[in-house]
């Protein structure tokens, strides 16, 4: 089985399992810190996608939102949220979704995100474009700011909420719009897809981003860190996971212009 069909099959099976969650009472839950939470369907959706991933491709790394990391020796890292956007999801708002990267090092080589309620399934390979249900999408060709809708998500650190805040007080009446919508894997794949212009994201988690990412480079998209570095999460000598690392996702056409504040 490749790569790809593993992902795909190990976010629409969990997909199967998170939608019959979300008719059930999703709002038992625990705190995970201050900000975070996680429910029965968050365990039971990642239980579901590592099961094949530890059949299947036995010799990759693994870290995992809910589990940490699996560290075997290997080049080969896969990167798992089994549900972004577990709030929404509590509160019956279906703007949930999966996120499974596949990285080589520091590098990302395959990138999907799933929306079960929506059923809509983004995929990336690197150098073969990115999909949406099959079909071949692109970012926006929207060069404005004034033009553009932007959305923003955060870290868990309050200096990340309370640069959150500032970003969405400063472009909030520089665009058409800025949103926050809940699952930033589901905002970077609409960048992707040309629904927005940008996700901003002050101390982005890996799991969050490390499909997305792929999604909007390949969609012909632009992705930086605050400084306007590529946005990494792996340090390539060492192989060390970076945590909260800043991240900006846009068209390309509109980078600098939100960049510039950033900086």
């Not at 969609?219 to 990494?232: E, H, L």
């Amino acid at each position: 089985m490749t790569s790809r069909l593993l992902a795909i099959l190990a976010v629409k099976k969990a997909g199967t399992y998170l939608r019959q969650q979300f008719k059930q009472d999703a709002r038992v839950f625990a705190l995970k810190s201050a900000h975070e939470i996680v429910t029965q369907a968050d365990k039971g959706a990642e239980k579901i996608i590592l099961a094949l991933l530890k059949k299947h491709s036995t010799n990759a790394r693994i870290l995992s939102e809910e589990s940490g990391l699996y560290d075997y020796n290997s080049n080969w890292l896969w990167v798992v949220d089994p549900l972004d956007g577990t709030t929404n999801f509590r509160v019956h708002n279906p703007l949930f979704s999966i996120s499974l990267a596949l990285y080589h090092i520091d590098k990302p080589m395959l990138g999907v995100v799933y929306a079960p309620y929506l059923d809509e399934l983004f995929v990336a390979e690197k150098g073969k474009g990115a999909t949406l249900n099959g079909k071949r999408i692109h970012v926006s060709k929207t060069s404005e700011l004034k033009k553009s809708f932007l959305t923003y998500c955060y870290g868990t650190h309050p200096k990340h909420m309370r640069m959150a805040v500032e970003l969405y007080r400063y472009f909030k009446m520089k665009s058409v719009d800025m949103r926050q919508m809940g699952s930033a894997a589901v905002e970077l794949a609409w960048v992707a897809t040309g629904r927005t212009e940008s996700i901003v994201i002050p101390g982005t988690h890996p799991w969050d981003a490390a499909a997305g990412v792929l999604l909007v480079t390949e969609a012909g998209g632009k992705t930086t860190d605050f400084s306007g570095k590529p946005w990494r999460f792996v340090d390539k000598k060492t192989r060390k996971i970076r945590m909260n690392a800043d991240l900006l996702a846009t068209n390309g056409k509109i980078h600098q212009k939100i960049l510039q504040h950033l900086k």
